[in-house]
């Protein structure tokens, strides 16, 4: 409990520079285009929400710290336009009917949920047809001699940082979660430390049951 209060605590100054440098730059990027019906899955304190465009008609913030949910209440709170909610909620079991919503974005987010793939599986199951995961998150090194190092580091840096993994290979769990690559890009997250400067970062999307899904290839 007390790292969870000391985390959310000091996550914005944390981040502050790798915000100044890159981050916010992708946020905008990322949601700044995006309409109608919006489900951001472990907001945090609320970094991508000022980036969100008034074409997003209804955005629903789940934070399931209570600690970092304080914050971006008190973010949204300071909002005016839009129609946003924050709920506690879980990304393994997001409480939303089937086909709710037409975009779930995800930041930062995959590398420490408890089951990548059941979370892969409620988003694909919250996305309407045609519905797309935008997102960007750290993952496992292509270099071997980085990559051996995340290993060795990673059960200590999970319980330091919130569950946070160094070696997930998040956009393969996006394809075999049934999701169809649109846009793919690998990028370096400055000035972030070696063990989690490489990021995956896109688009993909939910197509419907019946149709067939044709090979495609990544863009780098």
Same mark, same amino acid.
């Given at each position: 409990?007390?790292?969870?209060?000391?985390?959310?605590?000091?996550?914005?100054?944390?981040?502050?520079?790798?915000?100044?440098?890159?981050?916010?730059?992708?946020?905008r990027e990322l949601?700044?285009?995006?309409?109608?019906?919006?489900?951001?899955?472990?907001?945090?304190?609320?970094?991508?929400?000022?980036?969100?465009?008034?074409?997003?008609?209804?955005?629903?913030?789940?934070?399931?710290?209570?600690?970092?949910?304080?914050?971006?209440?008190?973010?949204v709170a300071d909002?005016?336009?839009?129609?946003?909610?924050?709920?506690?909620?879980?990304?393994?079991?997001? @409480?939303?009917?089937? *086909?709710?919503?037409?975009?779930? #974005?995800? %930041?930062?987010?995959?590398?420490?949920?408890?089951? &990548? /793939?059941?979370?892969?599986?409620?988003?694909?199951?919250?996305?309407?047809?045609?519905?797309?995961?935008?997102?960007?998150?750290?993952?496992?090194?292509?270099?071997?001699?980085?990559?051996?190092?995340?290993?060795?580091?990673?059960?200590?840096?999970?319980?330091?940082?919130?569950?946070?993994?160094?070696?997930?290979?998040?956009? @393969?769990?996006?394809? *075999?979660?049934?999701?169809?690559? #649109?846009? %793919?890009?690998?990028?370096?997250?400055?000035?972030? &430390? /070696?063990?989690?400067?490489?990021?995956?970062?896109?688009?993909?999307?939910?197509?419907?049951?019946?149709?067939?899904?044709?090979?495609?290839?990544?863009?780098?």
């Amino acid at each position: 409990m007390i790292r969870a209060w000391i985390r959310a605590h000091f996550y914005d100054r944390a981040m502050r520079t790798a915000e100044d440098r890159c981050l916010a730059g992708w946020r905008r990027e990322l949601v700044g285009d995006l309409s109608g019906h919006v489900l951001e899955i472990g907001s945090g304190t609320g970094l991508n929400l000022s980036h969100y465009p008034s074409t997003v008609t209804r955005l629903v913030l789940s934070e399931p710290d209570p600690f970092m949910r304080r914050q971006l209440e008190t973010k949204v709170a300071d909002r005016a336009g839009n129609s946003v909610q924050v709920v506690d909620c879980v990304a393994e079991k997001l @409480e939303f009917p089937d *086909a709710s919503f037409d975009t779930v #974005v995800s %930041t930062l987010v995959l590398c420490s949920v408890r089951d &990548p /793939q059941q979370v892969l599986a409620e988003i694909r199951r919250v996305l309407r047809p045609g519905g797309v995961l935008a997102y960007f998150e750290h993952v496992a090194a292509d270099n071997p001699s980085t990559l051996r190092w995340q290993q060795l580091v990673e059960p200590a840096w999970k319980f330091l940082a919130g569950n946070c993994h160094l070696t997930r290979h998040t956009h @393969e769990s996006i394809q *075999a979660a049934g999701l169809d690559p #649109v846009r %793919t890009e690998h990028v370096a997250m400055i000035p972030a &430390p /070696q063990l989690v400067r490489r990021v995956v970062k896109g688009l993909a999307r939910r197509v419907p049951e019946d149709a067939g899904r044709a090979p495609r290839r990544a863009g780098f």
